[in-house]
Every structure is written in C-alpha cells, then in structure tokens.
C-alpha cells in the first residue's frame, strides 16, 4: 500500500479519535482542523471580561466566625488585599457589635474598618489588571454616628490610583440608628497602562473607630 496514503490516513483516524473523546480539538496538520471560532470569541471575551475584576470586592476571605472580628497588621496581607499606613484594619462578621452598635456589613457577610486601630490614613490596596483608558470605580462608605463620639460621627474614605489621591467620599448618615448605615459612591479615572493599584485610606481622626469600606467594583 501506497507509504503517503498510510500516513495520510493514520492521521486522518487520530482526528476522528480525538473528536469523539471529549470534543477536543484536532492537532495542526491533521486533515479537516480548523480552529472553533465559538470558543475563540468566548476565550475572548472571558479575557476583556477578566481584565479589570477586582478580587474578593466584598471581604469575604478569610471566612470569620459569626459575631467576630479580626485586625490585620501594617504589610500583611488580608485576603488579595495589603494593609498600607501605620495601624491595623480591622475584617468584621456583618453580625459583630460594640458599644450597642451592630457593624452590618454593605454586601455579603463581612466588611473591613479601615479606622480599626486608630490611625490615621490606613487602608488597603490591590493592583489589578485593566486595559488603557477611562474606567468607573464605585464602592460603599459605612458609618456608625454614636452619641458618645467612640465610634465616631462621620466617615471618610481617600482613594488613590497609583498612588495619587483622585477623591474623597463622606458619610455621616448612621446618626439615630444602632447599626452601621452605608452609601455608595462612584468616581472616575484614567488608566494609563494595562495595571493600576487602587488604594483606599481613612480619612477619619484619630480618635474615629469607624470608617467602613465594603462593596467595591471597577467598571
């Protein structure tokens, strides 16, 4: 038998193999392969849709007990996020209370205190990967307004692109409620590369236990 007719096909029977096992594709060179165009544009579009995701947007890694908090130190990491300032943050059960206050969180079952321990302009961040241009960042602000000031009175969030500070949201809605009360806010920036890092930061007082980040998402 013809040698070329052989090989030809041996080939053309791995081809036929391969596609009743679990639909995959045929090798390069084999007789009939031609590349699925259905899932080159789901592979696509699982990419631009993956380009800019914010990971863990509500806190909820590590899983806390119900009830429970759990401060997170100066250069560690909690969760995909990094602490950044000089004192801790604090990752509260949507369920914990203090001083008659319960610490509901903005979405899922946790949320962080970037006002925890008391110092000024702690916060998180996260480099994430986006694409050239103009994008939307949205997020929650929480705010518990105690009568005795312990808590604190109103909330204060600075966010950062890359290190520069784009703006500043305030929410002092908690007042004459015994649980924490959220806003969103949303604002805009540009991306000059296919990274950025966003940072959020208190902007609360020293004294302010209570400055609520929860909710976030870039569009």
């Not at 007789?31 to 990419?47: H, N």
């Not at 903005?106 to 694409?131: E, H, I, P, W, Y």
């Amino acid at each position: 038998m013809n040698r070329r007719f052989c090989q030809a096909l041996s080939m053309s029977a791995a081809a036929a193999l391969l596609s009743a096992c679990g639909g995959l594709q045929p090798p390069i060179g084999v007789p009939g392969a031609t590349p699925s165009l259905a899932s080159s544009q789901s592979d696509g579009l699982k990419a631009r849709a993956g380009q800019h995701n914010v990971l863990d947007p509500s806190f909820e890694k590590p899983v806390l007990n119900p009830g429970s908090y759990e401060g997170f130190a100066p250069g560690h990491k909690l969760g995909p996020w990094k602490v950044v300032g000089s004192a801790e943050v604090g990752l509260i059960s949507t369920s914990y209370a203090d001083a008659g206050y319960t610490f509901t969180a903005g979405c899922g079952q946790q949320s962080v205190d970037l006002a925890a321990g008391g110092g000024a302009k702690d916060g998180l961040s996260q480099k994430l990967r986006t694409t050239v241009g103009k994008h939307t960042l949205s997020f929650m602000v929480g705010n518990i307004n105690s009568s005795n000031g312990y808590l604190g009175k109103k909330s204060t969030v600075i966010v950062l692109v890359d290190g520069t500070e784009i703006f500043k949201a305030t929410n002092s809605r908690g007042k004459g409620v015994k649980h924490q009360v959220w806003s969103k806010f949303s604002t805009s920036f540009n991306a000059k590369s296919t990274s950025v890092t966003i940072t959020f930061k208190s902007g609360d007082p020293s004294y302010d236990r209570v400055d609520g980040l929860d909710c976030i998402a870039v569009k």
